[in-house]
């Protein structure tokens, strides 16, 4: 009896919300970013850096910033069974910059510049490009503070999706120094102070305990009533100003069109001088829309209790990446058709079939199977299905001849050829397919690793 009740009770577990499983039919975008960020990250030196999911959670309270909406409302977090208080990371800087201080990468030479890519999670309300659970790829440099930095940043934040062949636009501005933007905060609020009462209820909040927030805030009102404040670019200290008239004029130099704007002063407290976002082209610059930000974090090391260190770097949102893609309608390679499909008839040649496989394989052919399928018919239409030129089948005739039929899928004329030349003969063939294309692929010729039997 107790057993039927707790079945009847049982319901099928379901997508956690705001989480997305990531399906075979999109795994060529995953794969074809995932490529591209390992490239670039070899090409412009950045080396690979993993830090755990699963930090302290105070670890992103004093990054972050207390009264950031991130650390408020956003992070998961929880008191594990030793009581030890953790959060699945937010982001990966505070990470990043936790693990340069205690690996003593300080010591190394400078700057240390580190690549990472991985799961984030944040706790904001799901809609379109906007998950509990997305993917980051991300390049700091630490330990420099020279203005050449923010701009190759940049270059390679607007070179990866220019390479995807997608437009976008740098938004950027300056933070200055902790001490000057204090300054502005204050000179923000009084400009203020008149117009509380027309500020949404979220910004009246963000007025006392983090002013900079009113600015980047989405209220049609709160924009409206903004666009006269005073700007912190004019607050900047002369060094400040320096630096950032230096990052302008690198990226002038590198002609990488940019917008100033004020307004780019970005969800967590840990930038300092340079700040940017990368926009679709023709984004309104929503939240959801903005495709990946960043900036200088020079005080961060420090207050996480490591040396002075000054660094900068960016993060990109992979899924709003693949999202712009589709979008787009964004030709990815990388959906490429494998060279030969390899059909079986009969037990034995399923076993000979098996070894096969693994022979073409370690050849370097792209090879696909259904074993499991008993008829030539339904293993031909897959064949077909996936639009693979050649076939190869073996039957018993084959077995006890010692050939192998090679068939051309597209004319459907079918060549017994000598077992033992398989991948001779193949390598000839797709040599002549891809030089057909246009494309070299395969050289005929190297065929020690023939089959045997
Ligand atoms: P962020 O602007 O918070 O910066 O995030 C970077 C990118 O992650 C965003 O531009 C967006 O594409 C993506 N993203 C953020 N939240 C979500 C979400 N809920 N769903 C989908 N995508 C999202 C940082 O995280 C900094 N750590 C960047 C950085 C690196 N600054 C210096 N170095």
Redesign the pocket.
Known sequence: MAKKESKQKFERPSLVRGMKDILPSDAFYWNYIHNKVFKMAEDYGYSYIETPILEEKNLFVRSIGETTD?VEKEMFSFVDQGGDRLVLR????ASVVRAYNEHGMVSQPQPVKLFYYGS?F?R?RPQA????E?H?F?F?VLGDDQAVNDAQLILIAHNFFKELGLNTSIQINSLGNPVSRERYKKELTDFMKSKRNQLCDDCKKRLLKNPLRVLDCKNDTCNEITLDAPQIIDSLEEEDNKHFTQVLEYLDELEIPYNLNSRII???DY?TRTTF??WPEESGGTRQS??????R?DGLSELLGGRPTPA??????I??AINLLREKKIHIPGQETPDIFLAQLGDVSRRRALKLFEVLRSEGFSVYESFSKDGIKPQLEIANRLNIKIALILGQKEIIDGTILLRDMESGAQEVINYQKTVSELKKRLSKVAHNNGVKIIQPGGDENEPSG
């Not at 490009?129 to 509990?132: E, V």
């Open positions: 991130i937010p982001e990966n800087t984030m944040r904001e490009g906007r998950y509990r997305f980051q991300g700091e970005r969800g967590l930038y976002e990368i903005e495709l990946g930000g960043g900036g974090y900068a770097g960016f993060a990109v949102g899924e709003r």
